[in-house]
């Protein structure tokens, strides 16, 4: 991991953020003086030394951070080190297993906690702790509106699961057996083995899903130290990173080189075919769109299909591949996998690192060309997302196609409707719904609002008689997003969602859908004057929250298409800095 050497400091201690509230002539001071003597520490530790607020996500229930309040150690060693003063603050943790309806529905809630604790304590730079699904893109959000000089420190993938003597891999191998045990084909001996051969260490899920696609889409966007987001969270080189992003916090503030420096349109146009290279989760698209729009870059849906149909699937890993995320560390890592689409990438934009990611990728080398293809002999040929249109999904959808059965990838087939997602687990046996392996699946009621928070519901199940039958993938279709450890002719994101009216809302048991992938289509074989019939038949369902965090959700929650920010967090304007005299 090397680290440019720093230049000469740029600023002086008079023009630290933290000196309003330390430095100057009042009672305030004062005060803010004797408390922070109060807290321990002598005057020469901190006065006149950049302020390092480590924002830090540990939490008792979050299995993928619950080695951040150690490594948060290593993170204030590096900025002592580099002469400045760190305070670690906690904030939300966004745990993807345990938090209902799912954590999407509070990640502009983290995004609101980190653009405000980082404005309204004496902070002059941070270092942003994270990396479980949605906690990096709530972080990078929230830091990117505070704009201030910020460090990534990616929690880290776990250790590979282990089983029976076979590698098993977060969500992908949790899906494969629990249809496995469905299917009659093991039982509860197998899956008590199997509940503690899955996740063997801490750290986030070891695939290429959401939380290693989010991690190295922010490697690529230059917010870590170079090599950072593949790092095994118990490997001792995580503890050598997370000390290494102290360090480098420091100068930054002394450079003053603020987030808006690093993450430039430039920045997100890299970012996008890297996920895609990467055959990266389907819940990117939605985070890379929102963080964008913090930074004041418009990304779009078509931005995403028009890079994808460019760029290769280079990572061999699951669920797209074969290998997991220790073994694409050990073949060189992210920096290596960037140096494979180096001529996609703004190679002279500024890092937190170096001066140039031209200078950060130089001498990155491939160690395992299975594991980190090069461009000749890629794992697809197309990046591993599409976006459809047509009358299904006026504003778009998205699909997984290379995680797919490539004989669904154009199929025409009955629909067959859940309303909600209770109702589809209740009756997706009953064999009074006639589903066949044509049927078009459809789940509505699942969207940003109507989930509420687009739960991960995307996978839909294949139902028992068709698991038994050899059966495992059908296609699916949905306004929920799904785990991007997932699989299968899944079509996620619809938008407008049903909630809202759009056109899911209109689809009945028995309409024929067309799913056609390489002309990027997904429609309803129904006529206009028919929907237009049902559409004036439809009833918007009443809001789901009275008070409290939900209806400021309900009321500010955009679309799937930009993003699922809150539109008052998304909007331009002024925020002023407060008063600390
Ligand atoms: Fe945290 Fe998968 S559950 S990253």
């Known amino acids: ?46 006065l006149g ?9 540990w939490s008792d229930i979050n299995p993928c951070h619950s080695h951040l ?28 297993t345990f938090q209902k309806p799912t954590p999407m529905l509070y990640r502009n809630l983290l995004a609101m ?33 505070a704009d201030l000089p910020v460090v990534f420190v990616p929690a880290g993938p776990m250790l590979p699961g282990h089983w029976r003597n076979e590698v098993l891999g977060s969500g992908t191998d949790m899906w494969k057996y629990w249809d496995d045990k469905r299917a009659g084909l093991i039982g509860d001996c197998e899956l008590s ?22 991690t190295a ?32 916090i420091v100068e930054l503030v002394w450079q003053d080189l603020r987030l808006s420096k690093i993450l430039t349109r430039e920045a997100y146009e890299d970012a996008v075919p890297t996920v895609l290279a990467l055959g990266g989760s389907t819940n990117a698209v939605i985070h890379l769109t929102a963080m964008a729009g913090r930074s004041g870059v418009k990304l779009t849906l078509d931005d995403f299909d028009r890079i994808a149909r460019t760029v290769p699937v280079l990572a061999n890993v699951r669920p797209g591949g074969r290998y997991l995320m220790e073994d694409f560390h050990f073949a060189g890592g992210l ?43 890629p794992l697809a040929e197309e990046g591993g997302v599409a976006v459809l249109r047509g009358n299904l999904c006026p504003d778009g959808a998205v699909i997984k196609h290379i995680a797919a059965e490539r004989h669904l990838l154009k199929h025409t087939g009955p629909a067959v409707v859940f309303d909600d997602y209770r109702t589809m687990q209740r009756t997706i046996n009953d064999p009074g719904l006639g589903i066949t392996e044509d049927t078009v699946l459809v789940l509505r009621g699942s969207g940003p609002l109507g989930g509420p928070g687009m739960p991960e519901y995307g996978m839909l199940p294949i139902p028992d008689h068709l698991l038994k039958k050899g059966v495992r993938d059908m296609v699916r279709i949905s306004d929920a997003r799904m785990s991007g450890t997932s699989y299968g002719a899944c079509v996620l994101h619809v938008a407008p969602e049903s909630y809202v009216g759009g056109p899911l809302a209109l689809v009945r048991t028995g309409d024929l859908i067309t799913l056609d992938v390489e002309a990027r289509a997904l429609r309803l074989e129904v006529g206009d004057e028919e929907l237009e019939r049902r559409r004036a038949l439809w009833q918007a369902p ?29 909007q331009a304007g002024e925020v002023p800095e407060p008063y600390a005299g």
């Not at 939900?550 to 998304?570: H, K, N, P, S, V």
């Open 217 to 248: 889409a922010a490697e690529a966007l230059g917010v870590t130290v170079p090599g950072a987001s593949s790092i095994p969270a118990v490997d001792s080189g995580h503890d050598r990173m997370a000390a290494a992003s102290g360090l480098r």
């Open 335 to 377: 920096p290596a996998f960037l140096a494979q689409i180096k001529d996609l990438l703004h190679l002279d934009r500024p890092t937190v690192a170096h001066a140039t990611l031209r200078e950060q990728l130089e001498g990155a080398l491939v160690h395992n060309p299975d594991v980190i293809r090069p461009l000749d002999n």
């Open 113 to 145: 906690e980190t653009e405000e604790l980082l404005r309204s304590y004496p902070v002059d730079g941070a270092v942003l702790m994270g990396g479980c699904d949605k906690s990096t893109p709530a972080l990078l959000m929230g830091a990117a509106t």
């Open 193 to 214: 083995e199997l509940e503690s051969g899955l996740a063997r260490s801490p750290g986030h899920c070891m695939t290429m899903g959401t939380a290693s696609t989010l």
């Open 542 to 570: 009443p809001p789901r929250y009275g008070r409290g965090y939900g209806a400021l959700y309900q009321e500010q929650i955009t679309q799937a298409d930009t993003g699922c920010d809150f539109r008052f967090l998304a």
């Open 49 to 57: 030394k950049p302020v390092i607020a480590i924002l830090n996500t």
């Open 1 to 46: 991991m090397s680290i440019r050497k720093a230049p000469k400091h740029m600023r002086k201690p008079e023009q630290l953020r933290s000196h309003q509230w330390y430095g100057t002539d009042g009672l305030r001071t004062f005060s803010h003086r004797a408390r922070t003597r109060q807290l321990g520490y002598l005057p020469e530790e901190h």
């Open 69 to 96: 309040r150690e490594r948060a150690q290593a993170v204030k060693r590096g900025v002592w080190q580099a002469g400045g003063f760190p305070l670690e603050f906690p904030v939300s943790t966004l745990s993807e």
